[in-house]
């Protein structure tokens, strides 16, 4: 198993509904997740990061940490159009991204 | 502030040839790093220097050299580029304590 998986999409919800996006990894060790936010032909910029098992909500966005289960996801409340991105996972410590979900959010 | 810099932004090679791509920041971040971003690959780790005067290999080192010049700027070189190395190119700055990468623009690289 690759140190972290990523659902690789494409993803297509429609406006308003809730896009999730998951990561798995393999490390048990790992502690902290970071999730970065890609339009097409710019770099990655950061949204959110979870160092702690549960739920970290950051206006639209909430991240879930599950270390039992080994999983990190983005939920994205209410979606817009301009959410429509790629989305990566990046596991902190290994320096490995997952490859990235694209998500697009039809008006 | 500009944050992180790269130069160039595209560029065309021939089998063969050689170049470097050049990384700078402003925001005295200790640790850097070199990817590439193929189509459905997502980021791939080439190289990374925790700090002036260390660098280290990442996952796809092949083919790459790089130089930790100064706390600042952090260089990647292609020996000899091969059609396998078309890619995107991000360079990215963390500073210490932080896990949050920092990524300059990227630099778009063919080669023929």
């Known amino acids: 198993q690759k140190e972290v998986e990523q659902n690789s999409g494409p993803l297509s919800v429609p406006e308003g509904a809730i896009a999730s996006l998951n990561c798995t990894y393999s490390?048990?060790?790992?502690?902290?997740f970071f999730w970065y936010r890609q339009y097409s032909g710019k770099s990655p910029e950061l949204i959110m990061f979870?160092?702690?098992?549960g739920d970290k909500e950051d206006g639209r966005f909430t991240a879930q940490l599950n270390k039992a289960s080994q999983y990190v996801s983005l939920l994205i409340r209410d979606s817009q159009p301009s959410d429509s991105a790629t989305y990566l996972c990046?596991?902190?410590?290994?320096?490995?991204f997952g490859k990235g979900t694209k998500l697009t959010v039809n008006p | 502030n500009a944050g992180v810099t790269q130069t160039p932004k595209f560029q065309v090679l021939k089998t063969g040839q050689s170049m470097t791509l050049q990384c700078a920041q402003d925001?005295?971040?200790?640790?850097m790093y070199w990817y590439r971003q193929d189509p459905g690959m997502g980021l791939r780790l080439i190289y990374y220097?925790?700090?002036?005067?260390?660098?280290d290999k990442g996952e796809v080192p092949n083919g790459y050299n790089v130089s930790r010049l100064n706390k600042r700027e952090f260089s990647l070189r292609l020996e000899s580029a091969a059609p396998s190395q078309t890619s995107v190119y991000f360079c990215?700055?963390?500073?210490?304590?932080?896990?949050?990468?920092?990524f300059g623009p990227g630099t778009r690289l063919t080669v023929l």
């Open positions: 220097s925790a700090s002036e005067g260390t660098t």
């Open positions: 925001m005295n971040h200790n640790s």
């Open positions: 990215a700055s963390t500073p210490p304590g932080a896990g949050e990468q920092f």
């Open positions: 490390d048990r060790g790992s502690q902290s």
């Open positions: 979870i160092y702690s098992n």
């Open positions: 990046d596991l902190r410590g290994k320096l490995v």
